[in-house]
C-alpha cells in the first residue's frame, strides 16, 4: 500500500476507507485481496482514525479452509462472516485459489499466528493500545507477559481469560469499553469468536475486533510452529494435526476435502469491491 493511498485513507470515513479494499470470492467466502503488511498498514491507518468517530469497531476476521466449509455447514456462521468488515486469507490455499482462480492478488499468507507480530510493530510505531481476551487464564497473562517483555513499548491496557457465562458477557463489553483499546483480540476460537464480535459490535468502544484463534497459545510455545518449509507450501495444517492428532485430526480430515471441494466450485473470477 502506497504512502499517498495511506494518505487518502486519512482523509476517509471508516466505511470508505474499509470499503475501498478489493474482495475475491474464494470459496464462497468474501476474501480481502490484503498482504499483512497491507492488512497491518490499514489497521493503524484506520484504528487511529476511529478514535475520533464515534462508529462501532470494525469486524476483522479470517478465512481458511476450516473457515470455508464451516461457513457452508453453518448459516450462523456464514451470517457472522457476512457481518465482517475484513475477512483476511489466513491460510495458503486461500492465497493460491485467489492468485490462480480468480482476477485478484493477495500478496501473501497473513496467517493470525505472523499477523499479530505484524500489529505489534505497528502499534508500537503508532502508539495504538492492545487488549488481549481469551484463551485460558494461565496461556493468556502468559501471553501477556512475553509479549511485554519482547515489545517494552507496547500499551497493552487490559486481558481477559475465554472463560464466561452469558451472564458475564455484558460486564465484559463494559470492562473493555472503559479503556476504549484501539485492537481487541479475540482468541475464543470458531465460531464462538465471530459470534462474540457480531453480537457485542455495539456494545463495545474499540477501533478493531480481530478473531485470532488459538493465537496465543503460539505466542507462548505451547502450540508448536510447523518448520518454515511446511509453512511455505501451505502444510502448517499437517504439521498441526500431527502435533495435536486428539482435538484436529477429524477436523482436517473433514474440512479439508469439503474446503478444497468449495473452493472449486464457489470461488468466483471477478474482482469485488
Not at 164 to 175: D, G, P
Not at 196 to 201: I, K, P, T, Y
Request: charged share 20%; glycine share 8%.
Amino acid at each position: 500500500m502506497t504512502s499517498s493511498a495511506l494518505a487518502q485513507q486519512r482523509e476517509q470515513t471508516p466505511q470508505n476507507r474499509l470499503a475501498s479494499v478489493q474482495h475475491v470470492m474464494v470459496g464462497g467466502v468474501k476474501t480481502a485481496c490484503l498482504s499483512r503488511a497491507e492488512l497491518a498498514s490499514l489497521m493503524a491507518e484506520d484504528c487511529l482514525a476511529r478514535r475520533n468517530e464515534n462508529k462501532p469497531p470494525a469486524l476483522v476476521f479470517d478465512s481458511n479452509g476450516h473457515g470455508i466449509s464451516l461457513a457452508a455447514s453453518s448459516q450462523a456462521f456464514q451470517a457472522d462472516l457476512a457481518q465482517a468488515d475484513i475477512v483476511h486469507a489466513d491460510g495458503g490455499i486461500i492465497v493460491f485459489a485467489a492468485n490462480k482462480l480468480t482476477d485478484g492478488q493477495i500478496g501473501d499468507r497473513s496467517a493470525t499466528t505472523d499477523f499479530l507480530y505484524d500489529a505489534v510493530e505497528a502499534a508500537v510505531k503508532h502508539g495504538l493500545s492492545f487488549y488481549f481476551f481469551g484463551g485460558t487464564e494461565a496461556i493468556n497473562a502468559k501471553c501477556v507477559d512475553i509479549l511485554r517483555e519482547q515489545y517494552p513499548d507496547l500499551n497493552i491496557i487490559g486481558r481477559r481469560n475465554g472463560y464466561f457465562s452469558s451472564q458475564e458477557e455484558e460486564e465484559i463489553c463494559r470492562e473493555i469499553s472503559a479503556l476504549k483499546p484501539d485492537i481487541v483480540w479475540v482468541g475464543l476460537g470458531k465460531p464462538k469468536e465471530q459470534s462474540f464480535c457480531v453480537r457485542n459490535r455495539d456494545k463495545i468502544v474499540a477501533g478493531w475486533l480481530v478473531t485470532c484463534g488459538g493465537c496465543y497459545n503460539y505466542v507462548t510455545g505451547d502450540y508448536p510452529r510447523a518448520p518454515q518449509w511446511m509453512q511455505d507450501r501451505g502444510l502448517e495444517w499437517l504439521h498441526r494435526m500431527c502435533t495435536k492428532p486428539k482435538q484436529l485430526f477429524w477436523r482436517y480430515l473433514t474440512t479439508n476435502p469439503h474446503a478444497l471441494y468449495l473452493i472449486a466450485t464457489r470461488t468466483q473470477k471477478r474482482v469485488l469491491s
